[in-house]
């Protein structure tokens, strides 16, 4: 045995570490990163009250059952570590930077727009106004969570 491998050996660690490298490449290659369609968030139809998953690519409002822009995403938040999930403001877009920003999707592109700032953000009760996130109503919006509990609040994905 040691006679064979003092003959052979270069060559089993050799063809061991092409193998290696082989499979280094091919399970390299096949793992990929998470792309905008398998990173979901909440969904909210603001006529109905159904909630749903849509992958974050899909710039709300989304059309809803009436054939309406009513779907908007929900930013949900947990004081309990995730047990239990609340509701903690709406958002949406305006007409012009949704479309841009559907397109850069699209073409995985820059948007060409300040996306933030025609970004809108709202309470979750019905009959709550639009405000935009860079405002001072918006920043209360975002930052002042309801029913916490005395706990602190953490905002949640699914």
Request: charged share 20%; aromatic share 8%.
């Amino acid at each position: 045995m040691r006679e064979w491998l003092n003959k052979f050996g270069v060559y089993v660690v050799g063809g061991a570490l092409v193998v290696a490298v082989i499979l280094y490449f091919v399970m390299g290659s096949s793992a990929k990163a998470p792309s905008s369609n398998d990173v979901k968030a909440f969904y909210l139809d603001e006529e109905t009250g159904e909630e749903s998953l849509h992958p974050v690519s899909q710039v709300p409002p989304l059309i809803g059952k009436s054939g309406k822009p009513t779907v908007v995403q929900a930013i949900k938040y947990s004081c309990d570590g995730g047990k239990t999930k609340k509701i903690a403001y709406l958002r949406k877009y305006t007409p012009e930077a949704k479309e841009a920003l559907d397109r850069a999707y699209a073409t995985q592109t820059n948007p060409g727009i300040n996306a933030r700032a025609n970004e809108l953000v709202r309470l979750p009760e019905k009959g709550n106004e639009w405000y935009p996130v860079q405002s001072n109503e918006g920043a209360t919006v975002t930052t002042n969570f309801p029913n916490t509990e005395g706990g602190t609040p953490v905002i949640v994905q699914p």
